[in-house]
């Protein structure tokens, strides 16, 4: 199905381990997202790409870094995890402000 | 606090209810768009708003976005189970500025 696909679907880290949440689309749109859920915060944006070979900061980058692959891949990546990162996050891509964003399912993410 | 303040937080009602939420901001947004997310899935787009005092329906879904641009409300007649889920709204400040609201999380009870 076309869509966003989102990997891992969980995962569970140590305070100061690293990973990368991988996020790939095919629906060939240029802009790419990266929020986090938290209980009563609602979605906020940690980074976006509006094309290929740009990134830039959302509301809450400090502690993530992104890299636009190419055109269908957004990674985000936590460098040293705190348990304040503990949230889910969600991957999404857009082909205009109008046209609405499509979201993948989500990454459940706990640090300890 | 949120930039766009979602009401009531909670609603639980009976089938064939009908019921409103609401969406407000002091901000101005150039668009204003509601998702609906289930458990365990990211948030699925129902409508997108553009221009002030706009309405668009969806079968019984009815969104309007208020004439200053600040605010939108979802009404929905005639509620069943499948409506049940977290209802998120969202704001574009800028080309690629997208705000949320802490959603309201509805249950409709069979």
């Known amino acids: 199905n076309a869509g966003v696909t989102q990997t891992p679907k969980f995962q569970v880290l140590k305070t100061g381990q690293s990973m990368t949440l991988q996020c790939a689309q095919d629906m060939n749109h240029n802009s790419m997202y990266w929020y986090r859920q938290d209980p009563g915060m609602g979605l906020r944006l940690i980074y976006y790409s509006a094309s290929e070979g740009t990134t830039d900061k959302g509301e809450v980058p400090n502690g993530y870094n992104v890299s636009r692959l190419n055109k269908r891949e957004f990674s985000l990546r936590l460098e040293s995890a705190a348990p304040s990162q503990t949230s889910v996050y969600f991957c999404?891509?857009?082909?205009?402000?109008?046209?609405?964003?499509?979201f993948g399912s989500g990454t459940r993410l706990t640090v300890v | 606090t949120q930039l766009l303040e979602q009401s009531p937080q909670f609603l639980s009602i009976q089938e064939g209810e009908n019921l409103t939420v609401y969406c407000n901001s002091s901000s101005v947004f150039s668009s204003l768009q509601w998702y609906r997310q289930e458990p365990g899935e990211g948030p699925v787009l129902l409508v997108t708003?553009?221009?002030?005092?706009e309405v668009k329906k969806l079968k019984r879904l009815t969104f309007q976005f208020g004439d200053a641009r600040k605010d939108s409300s979802l009404h929905i007649t005639a509620a069943q189970p499948g409506d049940t889920g977290l209802y998120l709204c969202?704001?574009?400040?800028?080309?690629?500025?997208?705000?949320f609201g802490a959603g309201t999380r509805l249950t409709v009870k069979p």
């Open positions: 969202a704001g574009a400040l800028g080309w690629d500025d997208m705000r």
């Open positions: 999404a891509s857009s082909a205009g402000r109008v046209a609405g964003y499509t």
């Open positions: 708003v553009v221009t002030g005092g």
